[in-house]
């Protein structure tokens, strides 16, 4: 009997295992939104920092519905929009050679 058992109980793990809060992505795409903040994107890039910004708001009520892949999904792209906001923002930013 346990033999006939073993394939569906791999079955619901790995589909448990799929199914994980996406602790990891939310918190990557807050830092990256941070990050995309202190190079200057609220200035420099606004559009970029807003998207990732309303991404990660989605990412978070999925997140409480418990759909976690589509949660996974959108704080991904959140990190995205966050990384072209801080590296366009980085280039508009002039740099600094000597201490002011």
């Known amino acids: 009997m346990t033999t006939k058992l073993a394939p569906f109980a791999l079955i619901i793990l790995s589909l448990a295992a799929c199914s994980t ?6 918190s990557d795409a807050r830092q990256a939104i941070r990050s995309a903040e202190i190079v200057g994107a609220v200035e420099h890039a606004p559009a970029y920092l807003a998207a990732s910004e309303r991404l990660l708001r989605e990412a978070q009520a999925r997140l409480e519905a418990g759909a976690y892949d589509e949660a996974r999904r959108l704080a991904l792209e959140a990190r995205r929009q966050a990384i072209k906001a801080r590296e366009h923002a980085a280039q508009a930013t002039p740099v600094r050679l000597t201490p002011p």
Not at 21 to 26: R, T
């Open 21 to 26: 809060a996406p602790v990891q992505e939310m």
